[in-house]
């Protein structure tokens, strides 16, 4: 993520400052309105996607934390090696040269379609239906002990009073 979301990052190196409105998933930077009609019409940008700053601060932080680019080479990640399963540069491949390496595409382009997504979809959706039924289940159980409790201390109470019956004394 970066340092301020808050702030246009192409204005703030030209030491303008000016409020962001949009964030680049690809170059990781915010943006403002007037950079926006730069970066939709410049060649090597206008591909990029672009979502408002509203809807990128309102994303879980382990979306926001997802590296587009390699943290060794800063470089875009392109590749992705299947046998240590990790996403990689174009010089990280030197490294993995007896791994099977596969363009990062061919690895996302059908993920919400696979079999493996639809069935963790599955899990989780059984998950969260487990997770109410319990929360419910406990809910009554909360509900039943207090109840049970009204009657032990009625039942304690009758059994306490003090009996009329006079005692002999030998």
């Known amino acids: 993520m970066a340092s301020s979301t808050n702030l246009c990052g192409p204005c703030s190196e ?8 949009f964030w680049c998933t690809e170059c990781e930077e915010a ?12 060649k090597a940008t206008r591909s990029h996607e672009l979502i408002t700053i509203d809807r990128y ?7 926001t934390d997802i590296l587009q680019s390699c943290t060794y080479h ?25 791994c099977n390496v596969i ?5 996302t382009k059908n993920a919400k379609t696979s079999g493996h997504f ?3 979809e599955t899990r ?3 998950l969260l239906q487990n997770t109410d039924r319990i929360k419910k289940d406990r809910k009554a159980n909360l509900v039943s002990i207090a109840e049970q409790k009204e009657l032990h201390l009625a039942e304690i109470k009758t059994n306490k009073k003090p009996n009329k019956q006079t005692f002999r004394q030998t």
Do not use: G, W
Request: aromatic share 8%; glycine share 0%.
């Open 14 to 21: 030209r030491n303008i400052t000016k409020p962001s409105a």
């Open 31 to 42: 943006i403002c309105d007037d950079c926006r009609e730069h970066h939709k019409v410049l």
């Open 57 to 63: 601060k309102s994303l879980p932080s382990f979306i």
């Open 74 to 98: 800063n470089e875009k990640y392109q590749h992705y090696c299947v046998a240590h399963a990790l996403p990689m540069c174009f010089k990280c491949i030197q490294e993995h040269q007896k």
């Open 103 to 107: 363009p990062l595409d061919e690895v």
């Open 118 to 120: 639809q069935d963790l």
């Open 124 to 126: 989780l959706i059984y």
